[in-house]
């Protein structure tokens, strides 16, 4: 089942990102209809980064996927993965984490923020050569 | 094949479970792995007589597998849900084994035609990923859950049952999470290094550390299918979540064998298995969909 069968996932998604971020994301499907993702343009002093969180096939078992949609003036290495993913999912999972994803209170409305940190974090390191490891949001 | 009697084979268990009682049940275990195929076992020697088994497509036994594994080097090589099989029938010939190779996060449809046949449903997979797959789709589809998950070296684990209306695994998760209990396990940091590379790394454990595990899996099981049949000894399990000590590990557990039973509530928000249904919001999810830009 994809988000776009998932009637009820998919009200409760837009509910979140409208509360947490009015009318700026946009939400994107393709011709077919199966595929969704928002659109949404991160700003942070006065830098701006458009981003797409995209909705996996296996979603929400597995978190969206943050894809940077324009190119970096540099190239941030192992922070960005294949596709232009950030980087941003906790790898160890045999820990309990509170920064992991959970299906159960966790939506794109939280890879906002995520991305936005992620953004903070590339401007950072783009300055003074550190990528610093905030706390993750939520 | 060597002839068998049925009698003879449980005439030693018969009196605390009837062979036969369970004929009924069919749980689906997912993960034929050091985990899986313990609990298999465990439910066949107790008299459950039809299983389906699923794994990985392709998963098979290697040699670092056989020191953590029920199986050892003469099954080297192959299917996992082929060698559990066939071990299982060795145990009990008049076993029905149904095997699949499934990706549960993935493959929505096969997961869903086993878990409609499916009485009970065995999380032992590694990987949040499959745990949540798992635990949409026992929600959805109504059928009782047990998820087991060893924790790193060994030191314990955690058994999770999900009753029908009851708090999914997601909520447990999620309080979990949150609790003071694991905070020495917890590190706070975001980290930002490759999710692909280390997120389905088996958990460093010894083979009596799993077996632990699996044993107290397969026991929440089975005294659930005790409370069903209303047999003696099948105590109500006051709680969904096991927490269990194999080794000292302060602050967690405070000596070996150390046992607590928890009984975690449903988030009241848990978007898995709180709140809207389905058709309710069907007129409101068109709309979503019909507002989306096409691209
Ligand atoms: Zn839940």
Request: net charge negative.
């Given at each position: 089942?994809?988000?776009?069968?998932?009637?009820?996932?998919?009200?409760?998604?837009?509910?979140?990102?409208?509360?947490?971020?009015?009318?700026?994301?946009?939400?994107?499907?393709?011709?077919?209809?199966?595929?969704?993702?928002?659109?949404?343009?991160?700003?942070?002093?006065?830098?701006?980064?458009?981003?797409?969180?995209?909705?996996?096939?296996?979603?929400?078992?597995?978190?969206?996927?943050?894809?940077?949609?324009?190119?970096?003036?540099?190239?941030?290495?192992?922070?960005?993965?294949?596709?232009?993913?950030?980087?941003?999912?906790?790898?160890?999972?045999?820990?309990?984490?509170?920064n992991k994803w959970n299906p159960s209170r966790d939506t794109?409305?939280?890879?906002?923020?995520?991305?936005?940190?992620?953004?903070?974090?590339?401007?950072?390191?783009?300055?003074?050569?550190?990528?610093?490891?905030?706390?993750?949001?939520? | 094949?060597?002839?068998?009697?049925?009698?003879?084979?449980?005439?030693?268990?018969?009196?605390?479970?009837?062979?036969?009682?369970?004929?009924?049940?069919?749980?689906?275990?997912?993960?034929?792995?050091?985990?899986?195929?313990?609990?298999?076992?465990?439910?066949?020697?107790?008299?459950?007589?039809?299983?389906?088994?699923?794994?990985?497509?392709?998963?098979?036994?290697?040699?670092?597998?056989?020191?953590?594994?029920?199986?050892?080097?003469?099954?080297?090589?192959?299917?996992?849900?082929?060698?559990?099989?066939?071990?299982?029938?060795?145990?009990?010939?008049?076993?029905?084994?149904?095997?699949?190779?499934?990706?549960?996060?993935?493959?929505?449809?096969?997961?869903?035609?086993?878990?409609?046949?499916?009485?009970?449903?065995?999380?032992?997979?590694?990987?949040?990923?499959?745990?949540?797959?798992?635990?949409?789709?026992?929600?959805?589809?109504?059928?009782?859950?047990?998820?087991?998950?060893?924790?790193?070296?060994?030191?314990?684990?955690?058994?999770?049952?999900?009753?029908?209306?009851?708090?999914?695994?997601?909520?447990?998760?999620?309080?979990?999470?949150?609790?003071?209990?694991?905070?020495?396990?917890?590190?706070?940091?975001?980290?930002?290094?490759?999710?692909?590379?280390?997120?389905?790394?088996?958990?460093?454990?010894?083979?009596?550390?799993?077996?632990?595990?699996?044993?107290?899996?397969?026991?929440?099981?089975?005294?659930?299918?005790?409370?069903?049949?209303?047999?003696?000894?099948?105590?109500?399990?006051?709680?969904?979540?096991?927490?269990?000590?194999?080794?000292?590990?302060?602050?967690?557990?405070?000596?070996?064998?150390?046992?607590?039973?928890?009984?975690?509530?449903?988030?009241d928000d848990c978007m898995v298995c709180s709140g809207l249904?389905?058709?309710?919001?069907?007129?409101?999810?068109?709309?979503?969909?019909?507002?989306?830009?096409?691209?």
């Amino acid at each position: 089942m994809t988000l776009a069968n998932d009637k009820r996932r998919l009200v409760l998604e837009n509910a979140a990102m409208r509360e947490r971020w009015g009318d700026g994301p946009q939400l994107c499907q393709d011709a077919a209809g199966t595929k969704l993702w928002w659109e949404h343009t991160i700003s942070v002093e006065g830098n701006r980064l458009p981003i797409k969180i995209e909705y996996p096939s296996s979603y929400p078992s597995s978190p969206p996927d943050i894809v940077i949609a324009t190119a970096l003036p540099r190239n941030p290495g192992q922070h960005m993965l294949g596709g232009n993913r950030m980087c941003w999912i906790y790898p160890n999972e045999t820990r309990r984490n509170k920064n992991k994803w959970n299906p159960s209170r966790d939506t794109a409305a939280m890879c906002v923020s995520v991305a936005t940190q992620w953004f903070l974090a590339y401007l950072v390191w783009d300055a003074t050569g550190d990528w610093p490891v905030p706390d993750a949001v939520n | 094949m060597r002839q068998h009697n049925q009698e003879e084979l449980f005439k030693r268990t018969c009196d605390i479970i009837r062979p036969g009682l369970l004929q009924r049940e069919t749980p689906l275990i997912v993960g034929a792995g050091s985990g899986g195929a313990r609990v298999a076992e465990e439910l066949v020697r107790s008299g459950i007589s039809h299983i389906i088994l699923a794994d990985l497509p392709d998963e098979r036994l290697l040699e670092h597998n056989i020191i953590r594994h029920p199986l050892g080097y003469r099954d080297l090589g192959r299917l996992k849900t082929e060698a559990v099989r066939d071990r299982l029938l060795d145990i009990n010939p008049a076993c029905q084994v149904e095997i699949h190779g499934l990706d549960f996060a993935e493959d929505r449809e096969l997961a869903e035609h086993l878990l409609r046949k499916a009485t009970q449903c065995h999380s032992c997979v590694d990987n949040d990923k499959a745990r949540y797959a798992i635990n949409e789709m026992i929600v959805e589809n109504h059928v009782p859950a047990f998820f087991a998950g060893v924790f790193d070296g060994g030191v314990g684990g955690e058994v999770i049952r999900v009753m029908p209306g009851g708090p999914c695994y997601a909520c447990v998760a999620s309080m979990l999470n949150r609790s003071p209990r694991f905070e020495q396990d917890r590190d706070e940091s975001f980290d930002y290094s490759d999710p692909d590379q280390d997120q389905y790394r088996s958990t460093a454990a010894l083979n009596i550390d799993i077996s632990q595990i699996a044993l107290v899996h397969a026991r929440v099981a089975l005294n659930t299918l005790m409370e069903k049949y209303e047999l003696e000894g099948g105590s109500p399990m006051e709680g969904n979540y096991v927490l269990f000590g194999n080794r000292q590990s302060a602050p967690l557990f405070p000596s070996m064998l150390h046992c607590e039973t928890w009984q975690v509530q449903k988030a009241d928000d848990c978007m898995v298995c709180s709140g809207l249904n389905e058709a309710d919001c069907a007129s409101q999810a068109d709309e979503i969909m019909a507002s989306a830009t096409v691209r």
